[in-house]
């Protein structure tokens, strides 16, 4: 697939057209060496490539067409034409289209960035007071891949996918595909282990997932942490003071500012420990999220152009798939299940290059 630069400027992520684009990018003797039902593991989903294809054009600028107010969810920028467009695709070389409105195409004149919704959503959740305006000019500073770490080794004129690894091979005396077809033949792996490590080990495939698919369904499949029995005070010799002769209210303060990994990790140190800290871990693990990890929760509608669409899928996914009011959501069920999930992972290396680009246009006087 060639690139008609349409890279995401915040996640540096190219678009694709099928979920096979991936495994496509494959010379066809190589996957003639690959076993099936690895090639198979390593399809992206038809919603990952909707997503990838999702754009928001941001300063676009021509002269002769001033007709873009009438777009839903236009904002103009400044008085020079500059102009945010949302909800165009990719259809040839600088060119976009309406994606309700094929026909109505877009053409990229002077400066201009394109990011997908999704990053843009981020960026919007992680700084809300930022107006589009100031948005703009935060993505536009900068050079281009700076902040896209092994994504920006896939932006060529023809997307180089399989760069995605932690390798550099220009420095390694080994191609892309040399390596990869190595990888995916492994004898000492078997055929789930090589696919879980080609999406989230060394194959870094899960930079290109979706990144707005909360795993609430994994959730609410995990089964719930068990109580132990436990010796009751006057069975048991009391010691110096400790963790537990603390009152609860404390104990939640210094749970909140334990890192997720941490915090789940407390009920396995005793049996004691999980006693007191199990029957309240949602209410812990719910505030570490809110003030360390927001990332982990949807944007907060907003007056802005389609701020509600997580926020309404994150409830429809609790409400019909686990029949679980927003008020009563096991969080220490989804903070574990977020621990293993692509697309959240994929979030987090977005929000973290937003706060990226953010701080480097403060730095520099660009905001």
């Known amino acids: 697939m060639g690139v008609w630069d349409v890279y995401c400027n915040i996640s540096g992520a190219m678009h694709f057209n099928s979920p096979a684009a991936f495994v496509e990018s494959f010379e066809s003797d190589v996957q003639d060496k690959v076993p099936q039902e690895i090639l198979d593991g390593l399809l992206y989903s038809k919603e990952?490539?909707?997503?990838?294809?999702?754009r928001v054009i941001l300063s676009y600028y021509d002269d002769d067409d001033d007709s873009y107010a009438d777009k839903p969810g236009a904002i103009k920028l400044d008085s020079d034409g500059g102009?945010?467009?949302?909800?165009?695709?990719?259809?040839?070389?600088?060119?976009?289209?309406?994606?309700?409105?094929?026909?109505r195409e877009y053409v990229l004149e002077e400066e201009f960035g394109v990011v997908t919704h999704c990053s843009l959503v981020i960026f919007r959740h992680r700084f809300p007071d930022y107006s589009a305006s100031v948005v703009s000019q935060i993505v536009g500073h900068g050079s281009p891949g700076m902040y896209h770490g092994a994504v920006a080794r896939t932006q060529e004129q023809w997307v180089?996918?399989?760069?995605?690894?932690?390798?550099?091979?220009?420095?390694?005396?080994?191609?892309?595909?040399?390596?990869?077809?190595?990888?995916?033949?492994?004898?000492?792996?078997?055929?789930?282990?090589?696919i879980h490590e080609a999406w989230m080990g060394?194959?870094?495939?899960?930079?290109?997932?979706?990144?707005?698919?909360?795993?609430?369904?994994?959730?609410?499949?995990?089964?719930?942490?068990?109580?132990?029995?436990?010796?009751?005070?006057?069975?048991?010799?009391k010691g110096s003071p400790s963790l537990l002769d603390l009152p609860l209210d404390i104990i939640q303060e210094l749970c909140a500012h334990l890192p997720l990994p941490s915090l789940l990790s407390l009920p396995q140190i005793n049996k004691s420990l999980r006693a007191l800290v199990l029957p309240h871990l949602d209410a812990f693990v719910r505030r570490s999220i809110e003030w360390h990890h927001r990332y982990l929760l949807p944007e907060t509608p907003s007056s802005a152009y389609r701020s509600n669409e997580e926020n309404e899928w994150w409830t429809k996914q609790w409400v019909e798939g686990g029949k679980v009011d927003v008020n009563s959501i096991p969080w220490t069920a989804f903070a574990r299940a977020c621990?293993?999930?692509?697309?959240?992972?994929?979030?987090?290396?977005?929000?973290?290059?937003?706060?990226?680009?953010?701080?480097a246009a403060r730095r520099d006087g660009i905001i």
């Open 48 to 54: 990952d490539v909707s997503a990838s294809q999702d």
């Open 202 to 237: 060394p194959g870094n495939m899960w930079m290109f997932v979706r990144p707005d698919r909360f795993p609430i369904s994994e959730a609410l499949a995990l089964p719930a942490l068990q109580q132990f029995a436990v010796s009751t005070p006057s069975e048991t010799s």
């Open 83 to 103: 102009w945010m467009l949302h909800d165009v695709e990719p259809c040839d070389y600088q060119r976009y289209q309406d994606r309700d409105d094929p026909a």
């Open 160 to 194: 180089e996918w399989l760069n995605v690894t932690d390798r550099v091979f220009e420095d390694e005396g080994e191609s892309a595909e040399e390596w990869w077809l190595r990888f995916l033949t492994r004898s000492d792996r078997t055929p789930e282990e090589i």
């Open 339 to 359: 621990a293993t999930s692509r697309s959240m992972r994929s979030r987090k290396r977005i929000w973290d290059i937003v706060g990226e680009m953010e701080a």
